[in-house]
């Protein structure tokens, strides 16, 4: 079993930056492809960002390529998105998620262990 809980999330400006945190513990992140979604209003969860479980690869949605960036502290076993430039649509609630497979997959349907969420909101 694992638990995550993020943090960090907050209301910002358009073109302001925003690192979220999420704490792993039960179990350390290299067991899992660790991943972080977010789901607007109305809309689906959605793949953001991801490692393998290795944390040698990351995967990012086309949307954030080139101004969110996924990282991880594994003494704290700590994994970090760090959002630059957000936008308006960047607004949803962020997730982090655990996944036992071996590995990548951006189905939010495969990941195993959610944590509860931190909102993020961005205005124009």
């Known amino acids: 079993q694992v638990q995550l809980v993020e943090s960090g999330g907050g209301l910002v400006q358009a073109g302001d930056s925003l690192r979220l945190s999420c704490v792993v513990s039960g179990r350390t992140f290299s067991n899992y492809v660790m991943g972080w979604f977010r789901q607007a209003p109305g809309k689906e969860r959605e793949f953001v960002a991801a490692?393998?479980?290795?944390?040698?690869?990351?995967y990012y949605a086309d949307s954030v390529k080139g101004r969110f960036t996924i990282s991880r502290d594994n003494t704290k076993n700590t994994v970090y998105l760090q959002m630059n430039n957000l936008k308006p649509e960047d607004t949803a609630v962020y997730y982090c998620a655990a996944d036992r497979a071996l590995s990548f997959e951006s189905n939010p349907g495969k990941y195993d262990y959610w944590g509860q969420g931190t909102q993020v909101t961005v205005s124009s």
């Open positions: 490692f393998s479980r290795s944390g040698s690869s990351t």
